[in-house]
């Protein structure tokens, strides 16, 4: 695979007051993909993003945006992409249009021009009834949606999505991840943060996973899952046999057809070589234990799975399923 | 240069257009509390007042100078507050990430401050021409005293605007805001001339660059142009020295806020 790159990041690290968000991180995006960033909140992933939109001058390391230097030559990245910020960064008393207009005047489009762009853009993103509101009388979606708008209207080569589908519910979401996809095929190059996982996996071409200011996994969603190796496991103990977990996955650990062994908030996940093998083992140690299973099923790896195998933990501790319901 | 003006342009009619949606703040911009110093102290201390101390026919064309000078004060401190706002919410980072010159958005809040700036000396100069204050100066010394007016609000809003900038939070903004314009008012001619002063207070007011541009326009309303060019030229050499150094600040916490 020889494709052009659009972004190269080298040994990037920033340091905040002595506190470091981001080290070492390392990567490139390819011309024309949809390139992710995935990790839990204060990961470092709105930090990379703002390096390399020339918002932040990294403490070490470089970064190239289409060949120009973030901080040698922000002028020209500037020229070449579009944001969508994390924050809605909306002003509440201006309507979208103007808005719109705004920006064509800061990207120094020409005025003929404007009218008929932001028309266009407008449709694009479903907002041509509200265009001549503020902003205030907008739904959160809607402003997500101005902030699409607004991170397209320079037409940019690369756009940088800050979780553009926070707190959106299910509908918005998907509408959201169909712009997405066809920014790719218009053939824009797609860097979007997320901590959701199921995002990450059915968006992104490529993706890091992210945690602790540092890079723990990288590649697509199916070679990292096929990384991981074999299937998965799910033990789920009953309440009262939580307290047994870890004697339970002592006893499992050395057995050969098991490659890993990880606890999880409600019992055990086990990657293992062929669940067929491991199935019949997984339950005498449970019977020899006499440790009542509540619950047994076994899957093809997940990115969830991927995240824990890398960094140790799940992507949002409170709510472990949340992203399968 | 042609992308320069589409810049500022568009991001000072973006704080015109925000000011006109506010509809209240609008009210209270125009029809500025400091005019209603000038109604209602000047002509409360009418009497209080003594003349051959202020030297002035009556204290409300004595006050009208200060109040002058506490409008471009007001409007110079409070000038950061926007941009704090759009740092807060990110929409100055949004703003940033286009490939617009870094000082555009400091030039175009100027623009927007020093305009509003004028309009509102005019109007208080207006009521006191209904109050019978005539500036003994005319036409000219009007221009004169907007000038005066710019060149101390040029670098009161750079102050408020690096405040902006460095801060962590707008209760920290507003607390150095509060903290600053009391005692620049009272430690100023605005209210009182500085001979009426106890000494101690009448040497500090002397370093506060405000004393300077009240005792610049205040000849120019009451006296004429014999006795106010002196204070003019001398206003002229101070508020240089306060603007550069009000601008070299700003513009190092600037690069500080954006690097
Ligand atoms: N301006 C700043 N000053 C000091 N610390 C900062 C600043 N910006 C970010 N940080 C710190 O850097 C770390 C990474 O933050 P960052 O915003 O990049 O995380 P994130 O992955 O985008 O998280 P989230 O999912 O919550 O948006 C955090 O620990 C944060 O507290
Ligand atoms: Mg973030």
Redo the contacts with the bound molecule.
Sequence with gaps: MDRAVAIDVSKLGKV??G?T?IEDISFQVFAGEIFGLL?P???????TLRILMTLLRPTSGQATVLGHDVVQEPEQVRRLIGYVP?ERAIDRFLTGREHLQLLADLYHLPKAESPRRIDELLRLVDLEDKADQPAKTYSGGMKRKLDIACGLLPNPKVIFLD?PTLGLDVQSRLRIWDYVRGLRARGITVVM?T?YLDEADQLCDRLVIIDGGRIKALGSPGELKAGLGGDIVSVTLSTAEMGRVETLAAALKGHPAIRAVSTTQTGLDIRVESPEKTLPAVLEAANRLACRLEFIEYHRPRLDDVFVAHTGHAIREEFPNAEEE | MNEYRQEIGALTMRWVRRLSREKFSMLFTLVQPMLFWLIFFGNLFQRAADVRVVQAPNYISFLAAGVVIMTVLNNGLAGGVDLLFDKENGFLERLMSTPIHRSSVILSRFIFVMTITSLQVLVILGVAYLFGVRPATGFLGVVVILLIGLLFGVGLTAISMAMAFSVKSHGDFFSVLGFLSLPMIFLSSALVPLAAMPTWMGVLARFNPMTWAIDAVRPLILSGWAEALGPVAMVVVVMVAFDALCLYGSARAFRRAMG
């Design positions: 905040f007051d506190a968000a990790g909140n204060g990961a470092g992933k709105s930090t994390q979780e943060t901590n």
